[in-house]
């Protein structure tokens, strides 16, 4: 049994990107006084999903005429309401929202539908098909979108929809828990946790490369696609991996380009607009991910995360077509930056939020599925409320621990995704990378 909280007891979190850093401001805005922050890299934490100069945000509004109450409709619901709140009314995050409206499309039967769903969503409101090249080159200023968009359809959503500055919010975020007295401890040896410590049974902190333990009356591991490397989580984790890179924008362009809903197309990529700071505009190309197949010291494969600031050739060409299609003046501008970004999926996408079966004293935070950043406002509420034992029954049930789930799974299951070849790719079999000078 897990020895019982109080506000002064030492809480350790094995994690400094999102939601490591969401979990530290919850508790600390809850009073908790010790609370220290591991993670190998100061914040933002060069390899956590969230160090990125945008993030698509949906928010829509919440319909309170909507009388569907399965469970899962609660389930999204209260997410969608706990998000909203915090980007829109919350002044740690509300000043890094901007809700520019975003164009969501696809060109294959199966996506076009799946889009359809998206765009009869209750709290979708406002939105306009568009089904031909000029209905989509007029949803931004002349001269922007100058393709041809072949055999796109989508619609456009004005309001309620757009993007965040990511590595602003996580900052924001992580300095406000310092001035309510968080600690972080970051670097190559000091925070960078090696293994957990167990004692009696149970998880009593972590131990750093420089030998020393950090221990705790509870620990939260907040590792994203690192954490199957300190816990067995029984497949119920796999890291997956994303492709962006960058353009150099002149100060003109960066002019023109700003305030432009996004653009999504889930089988092709999606941009928005440039970085104010750098000049640079993001794009990424759209695909179900790339897994880096090894195999464990019992045989058994996995997927092993590694940091790279270059991407496979062949998502370079996914971008440059992408760009192609949709502003061919940029599509042969040479990439300024380019970085894989690693998530970790669960077998049904929603998130892992519990304490451990086995060790009480450990709770876990995990399984952002490629949707877990827009609730960094809110997601470190709930991995605290689940450590207090008082996260809401039917949030529960959903983020539980479900080994069951992942018996004979998948390792392959695209999980709803389209895009490049349509498969789960493998990073073992690139052979051509880009060559980006830093």
Known sequence: MASPLKLSSPILIVGGGTWGVSSALHLARRGYDNVTVLDSYPIPSAISAGNDIN????????????????????????LLAAA????????????????????????SEAAIAQIDVRRKRP?????T????????????????????????????????????????????????????????????????????VYESGDVVGARTADGIEHRASRTILCAGANSNQLLDLE???????????????????????????VLFN???????????????LKICDEHPGYCNWVRDAKGNPISLPFAQHQVPKEAEQRVRSFLHETMPQLAERPFSFAR????????????????????????????????????????????????EDRLDEKLANVFRWRPETAIDRDWHDTQGRFGGPNKVMDLQEVQDWTDISS
Not at 55 to 78: F, M, P
Not at 151 to 170: E, I, N, P, S
Not at 266 to 280: C, I, L, Q, R, S
């Open 55 to 78: 993030k698509i945000v949906e928010l829509g509004s919440i319909s309170q005429s909507e009388d569907d109450e399965s469970h899962q409709t609660y389930v999204s619901r209260s």
């Open 84 to 107: 909203r709140q915090g980007w829109l009314h919350d002044p740690v995050f509300k000043p890094f929202y901007h809700d520019t409206g975003y164009i969501v499309a696809a060109d």
């Open 340 to 387: 894989i970004c690693w998530c970790a999926d669960t077998p049904d996408r929603a998130f892992l939020i519990d304490c451990h079966p086995k060790y009480a004293s450990l709770v876990l935070g995990a399984g952002g599925s490629g949707h877990g950043f827009k609730y960094i406002p809110s997601v470190g509420g709930y991995i605290v409320d689940k450590m």
């Open 266 to 280: 889930v089988e092709k990529g999606f941009f928005m607009e440039p970085d104010d700071d750098e000049h640079e």
């Open 129 to 196: 098909m568009l089904t031909t090249a000029e209905e989509f080159r007029r949803t931004m200023p002349e001269g922007i979108l100058t393709g041809d968009f072949p055999g796109w359809q989508g619609f456009f959503q004005r309001t309620g929809a757009g993007w965040v500055h990511a590595r602003k919010a996580m900052v924001s975020a992580a300095r406000e828990a310092q001035r309510l007295g968080a600690s972080f401890v970051t670097g190559s040896s000091q925070g960078n946790v090696t293994s957990l």
């Open 123 to 127: 709290h979708n409101t406002g939105t």
């Open 235 to 261: 497949d119920q984790l796999r890291p997956t991996a994303w492709t962006l890179a960058h353009i150099k924008m002149t100060s003109e362009e960066v002019k023109r380009y700003k305030n432009l809903p």
